[in-house]
């Protein structure tokens, strides 16, 4: 990561790759943690980006996207090459689909998982004169409104009549998600888009606007409903002086693939991210 200089800090990226390393794995309190042995993810951090195979997502440069973006993560895929990758153009055709599903999938799944803070077994209650107005109070007060934004929303993608034509499709929009990612990485290591199409915006600017802050998740939903590994790193800062991401996404299990890249990409950049007061 980078240090209060123009040059890299290099413990850092290794103790958060170290990190990682310590919390993957299984855990025999969770049930759907992997068993299997985990990576070293040190062991090829030094390894550089000299013939990795680099997969640039050409939805990810489209409409929406703010040019100071484009033009930092472009000129960051220029300097991947530059360094030894062999970059090409690659597509995730499904990909545009992936937000909507996601935002059926992910409030279906906490409105089902939320259900059990009821201010009966755990967590925190709020009083009331039965057990019912209690429920009411405490998950009213427990809840803020974008978690009951979401329970309400996955509540009614649940209902009776509805599941099929709503979290169904969504779920076989998923597998076709993963078979878009399947395909590119059966000729790329890595995958680089924008992590997001715009710099970041005020706080407050747009809490009006649910729609317009999911629209800023369109590039990194896909990775997440489809359970690749992404890493987002700065390339480049905007006029602001606002940091601009660039995400590398790897396919299943290659997480040292990630570092490799993302280290080596940042050395070369260099950048100075302080901000200035």
Same mark, same amino acid.
């Given at each position: 990561?980078?240090?209060?200089?123009?040059?890299?800090?290099?413990?850092?990226?290794?103790?958060?790759?170290?990190?990682?390393?310590?919390?993957?794995?299984?855990?025999?309190?969770?049930?759907?943690?992997?068993?299997?042995?985990?990576?070293?993810?040190?062991?090829?951090?030094?390894?550089?980006?000299?013939?990795?195979?680099?997969?640039?997502?050409?939805?990810?440069?489209?409409?929406?996207?703010?040019?100071?973006?484009?033009?930092?993560?472009?000129?960051?895929?220029?300097?991947?090459?530059?360094?030894? @990758?062999?970059?090409?153009? $690659?597509?995730?055709?499904?990909?545009?689909? +992936?937000?909507? !599903?996601? &935002?059926?999938?992910?409030? =279906?799944?906490?409105?089902?998982?939320?259900?059990?803070?009821?201010?009966?077994?755990?967590?925190?209650?709020?009083?009331?004169?039965?057990?019912?107005?209690?429920?009411?109070?405490?998950?009213?007060?427990?809840?803020?409104?974008?978690?009951?934004?979401?329970?309400?929303?996955?509540?009614?993608?649940?209902?009776?009549?509805?599941?099929?034509?709503?979290?169904?499709? @969504?779920?076989?929009?998923? $597998?076709?998600?993963?078979?878009?990612?399947? +395909?590119?990485? !059966?000729? &790329?290591?890595?995958?680089? =888009?924008?992590?997001?199409?715009?710099?970041?915006?005020?706080?407050?600017?747009?809490?009006?606007?649910?729609?317009?802050?999911?629209?800023?998740?369109?590039?990194?939903?896909?990775?997440?409903?489809?359970?690749?590994?992404?890493?987002?790193?700065?390339?480049?800062?905007?006029?602001?002086?606002?940091?601009?991401?660039?995400?590398?996404?790897?396919?299943?299990?290659?997480?040292?693939?990630?570092?490799?890249?993302?280290?080596?990409?940042?050395?070369?950049?260099?950048?100075?991210?302080?901000?200035?007061?």
């Amino acid at each position: 990561m980078p240090g209060g200089t123009a040059s890299i800090d290099v413990a850092a990226p290794q103790q958060t790759v170290a990190l990682l390393g310590a919390m993957a794995g299984q855990d025999h309190r969770d049930a759907t943690s992997l068993e299997q042995p985990v990576d070293d993810y040190l062991a090829n951090l030094e390894g550089g980006v000299e013939g990795l195979r680099v997969g640039v997502v050409a939805e990810a440069f489209g409409e929406g996207v703010e040019p100071v973006v484009r033009d930092a993560v472009r000129a960051s895929i220029d300097r991947l090459s530059d360094m030894g @990758a062999k970059v090409g153009e $690659t597509s995730l055709p499904h990909a545009e689909y +992936a937000l909507s !599903a996601y &935002y059926l999938i992910a409030p =279906s799944e906490a409105s089902s998982n939320l259900a059990r803070y009821d201010g009966v077994r755990y967590g925190l209650r709020v009083d009331g004169d039965d057990s019912i107005e209690m429920m009411f109070e405490t998950r009213g007060e427990g809840f803020g409104p974008e978690v009951k934004r979401r329970i309400m929303l996955g509540t009614y993608a649940l209902s009776a009549g509805y599941y099929e034509a709503y979290y169904g499709q @969504a779920q076989k929009v998923r $597998t076709l998600v993963i078979r878009d990612y399947e +395909a590119a990485f !059966a000729e &790329y290591d890595v995958l680089v =888009s924008p992590t997001t199409p715009t710099t970041a915006f005020k706080i407050g600017e747009k809490a009006d606007d649910p729609l317009a802050m999911y629209l800023n998740d369109i590039f990194t939903i896909p990775a997440n409903l489809s359970g690749m590994p992404a890493l987002s790193m700065p390339c480049g800062t905007d006029g602001a002086g606002l940091p601009i991401g660039l995400q590398f996404t790897a396919q299943v299990l290659a997480e040292a693939t990630l570092f490799r890249a993302a280290h080596a990409l940042e050395a070369d950049l260099g950048l100075e991210l302080r901000p200035s007061l």
